[in-house]
């Protein structure tokens, strides 16, 4: 069965500092990997998302995530953190093909230290 | 940009009681979706729906739960009798097809609450 897996529940990092949100997937092919953000009171806000071809994706905020298929994870990355990145970042995977449901990760809730 | 719209953000109902859950996806999507996220849990696949019809429901998703598209616009979540364990953050998603994959836009969620 499809699962995703983030370890760290809650990330606290000073502004500026950079980020990394770790995922792990379990799927029995290459799946579709998002990651979505959730400010307060918010929707689900797409970051970025990995179908195929260059394992270094580019996604909106600064964010970008590398797709590794021997550790099978899709850790998410900021260089430089700011005030408002706080939020909580869900990792997902989708089967390919077809409607597309997605499975979330637990999600991490990012704190920022002024 | 489009965006997904939920109605309402919040509701607090008694238990037994039917509750409707309002979403008007956006317009050129032809895939739609419910989730839920009960507190501190993971956000959980209900249901998708195309082309009038339920394409797949999770086991959450019993005979307490349908799902309508009654106009071209709204998709509803309906529950028909309410129990505690409902109250939960829903989240509505409509998506479309992008480099080969669909591409799932979510809205903002309501949240209900079973006393």
């Known amino acids: 069965a499809q699962s995703v897996t983030q370890p760290d529940i809650h990330i606290t990092v000073s502004e500026g500092a950079s980020l990394e949100l770790r995922c792990n997937y379990s799927?029995?092919?290459?799946?579709?990997l998002f990651w979505y953000v959730q400010s307060p009171g918010q929707g689900l806000q797409l970051l970025l998302k990995?179908?195929?071809?260059?394992?270094l994706v580019q996604g909106i905020k600064g964010f970008e995530a590398e797709f590794k298929r021997s550790q099978s994870s899709f850790n998410l990355r900021k260089p430089s953190v700011h005030w408002s990145d706080a939020a909580e970042y869900f990792c997902a995977v989708g089967a390919p093909g077809g409607y597309n449901k997605l499975i979330f990760g637990a999600g991490t809730r990012l704190a920022v230290h002024p | 940009e489009p965006e997904v719209t939920q109605t309402p953000s919040h509701q607090v109902t008694q238990m037994g009681q039917e509750v409707i859950l309002r979403c008007v996806p956006i317009?050129?999507?032809?895939?739609f979706y419910w989730y839920r996220q009960i507190l501190g849990q993971k956000v959980e696949f209900l249901v998708s729906?195309?082309?009038?019809?339920?394409?797949?429901k999770s086991e959450i998703f019993d005979d307490q739960f349908s799902v309508e598209r009654p106009d071209g616009s709204n998709f509803t979540l309906k529950i028909r009798s309410t129990k505690l364990e409902d109250s939960a953050m829903y989240f509505c998603?409509?998506?479309?097809?992008?480099?080969?994959?669909?591409?799932?836009?979510f809205g903002a969620g309501s949240r209900l609450t079973v006393l």
């Open positions: 990995y179908f195929s071809g260059d394992t």
């Open positions: 729906f195309y082309n009038n019809e339920i394409s797949e």
């Open positions: 799927y029995g092919a290459t799946p579709y």
């Open positions: 317009s050129n999507h032809l895939y």
């Open positions: 998603a409509s998506s479309e097809w992008v480099s080969g994959a669909n591409v799932l836009t």
